[in-house]
């Protein structure tokens, strides 16, 4: 008789591995074909399991896009600390963060429209998803509280998140659905948003430079270009 305390781990190990290969399969799938036009069994070949073996992890697509977009947002959130967090000022992490922002949903449009334009399914879900963008949130939410004047109250921080927030998803959205109609490339989209958080942060004030325009700011080290994707992106 094999010793449990052996294959136990063994099992967890292999759920957990093919728990990680289904959601990668599906993010790629998602990604390139859009969420209706993927099957579970599109899934399933994708990540080189059954539909059985599948359904014990996750019970319909519905609660597979859940996770997907918490582990999106996971890593999306760590990308911030790992990228900006050595910043010298919480106008720069803040804005850096934006950027960052509008440049994944660009990269991964598919995965911006299911994670923002999906309605959700039910109560459950819709509290997931808010649980999955709270440390994100945090963090703008965070780094904006410090740019604001000394003892300036909450109401007013979050009044500028929620603006922020506004011209944020109004922009991507511009950027991902219809860009030719606004007359956007991804270098337009973050001069644009560039120029709201002047708006309604300031610029850095760092040696007397507070009134310097948006557009000399330090460009992100980042291409800036929109990426090639699929006709159906």
């Known amino acids: 008789m094999p010793n449990q305390q052996n294959t136990e781990p063994r099992r967890f190990k292999a759920g957990d591995e093919l728990r990680g290969r289904l959601l990668e399969a599906a993010s790629r799938l998602f990604g390139a074909q859009g969420y209706e036009q993927v099957s579970i069994r599109n899934i399933a070949q994708e990540a080189g399991c059954s539909q059985m073996a599948m359904y014990r992890h996750f019970p319909d697509k519905q609660a597979l896009l859940r996770h997907l977009c918490h582990e999106l947002y996971r890593q999306f959130t760590l990308e911030l600390h790992e990228r900006f967090d050595n910043l010298p000022d919480p106008r720069s992490r803040l804005r850096m963060a934006l950027r960052h922002f509008v440049l994944r949903s660009a990269e991964y449009p598919h995965h911006y429209r299911l994670t923002f334009l999906e309605s959700a399914a039910d109560d459950q879900a819709r509290q997931m998803r808010d649980a999955c963008s709270a440390p994100a949130i945090q963090y703008f939410r965070q780094n904006l509280g410090q740019c604001l004047p000394e003892g300036s109250p909450a109401a007013l921080r979050d009044e500028r998140l929620h603006q922020i927030l506004a011209v944020l998803h109004g922009i991507t959205v511009m950027l991902i659905m219809n860009p030719q109609s606004y007359g956007l490339t991804l270098e337009a989209a973050l ?32 291409n800036c270009h929109l990426p090639e994707r699929p006709a159906n992106g």
């Open 191 to 222: 001069q644009r948003l560039d120029a709201a958080f002047f708006i309604l942060i300031g610029a850095p004030d760092a040696g007397g430079e507070g009134n310097r325009s948006v557009r000399n700011w330090p460009a992100e080290p980042e």
